[in-house]
T-cell receptor
């Protein structure tokens, strides 16, 4: 089956620094990737939808200047948390879809971000 | 705005029992509904997907039903096993912007040996 990887699996950083999280589709070309965040014991909240070669579409309430998303190729999307603060500590999960398969999302294993 | 609610938030049962997890959604204009499993600190594994025109889907010991008009879905797990312990998430795709998933908050299931 289709595999999506994320790197790193966990990261600890100091407040004020920026952190980049990678999401890769390993064996398929993903025209669309999604980024979610999940707080402890809560559900996944969609942050943004990323289409290859175009600007990401952010959900209401998500700061696009703080969460920079780049989808430069059909197999890689990156999420950069800029000037991270402790409240940005969360579990970030990406998913990817094949072209034309709108009801099939393959999820990555997630990245645990802790901001000190 | 579509809202998805799952009840109960947590459930603990002895091994071997049959159990039902509930999911409700506020807007019946959905494209489909999907059940996922999430193990602690891990990503999501798709369990069952029900199209809006379908009433149920089955996979092994799992059976998911959908009543779109009442905004409800159930996930039935037969003969539960300790390996079934995980968080189960329900999510719906809206008719408009059907790629987007709206998730419930999940049910944390513990199966006791």
């Amino acid at each position: 089956g289709a595999v999506v990887s994320q790197h790193p699996s966990w990261v600890i950083c100091k407040s004020g620094t920026s952190v980049k999280i990678e999401c890769r589709s390993l064996d398929f070309q993903a025209t669309t990737m999604f980024w979610y965040r999940q707080f402890p014991k809560q559900s996944l909240m969609l942050m943004a939808t990323s289409n290859e070669g175009s600007k990401a579409t952010y959900e209401q309430g998500v700061e696009k200047d703080k969460f920079l998303i780049n989808h430069a190729s059909l197999t890689l999307s990156t999420l950069t948390v800029t000037s991270a603060h402790p409240e940005d500590s969360s579990f970030y999960i990406c998913s990817a879809t094949l072209a034309g398969a709108i009801d099939t999302q393959y999820f990555g294993p997630g990245t645990r971000l802790t901001v000190l | 705005k579509q809202e998805v609610t799952q009840i109960p938030a947590a459930l603990s049962v002895p091994e071997g029992e049959n159990l039902v997890l509930n999911c409700s959604f506020t807007d019946s204009a959905i494209y489909n509904l999907q059940w996922f499993r999430q193990d602690p600190g891990k990503g999501l594994t798709s369990l069952l997907l029900i199209q809006s025109s379908q009433r149920e889907q089955t996979s092994g010991r799992l059976n998911a039903s959908l009543d779109k008009s009442s905004g409800r879905s159930t996930l039935y797990i037969a003969a539960s096993q300790p390996g079934d312990s995980a968080t189960y998430l329900c999510a719906v795709r809206r008719l408009q912007g059907a790629q987007k998933l709206v998730f419930g908050q999940g049910t944390r299931l513990t199966i006791n040996p």
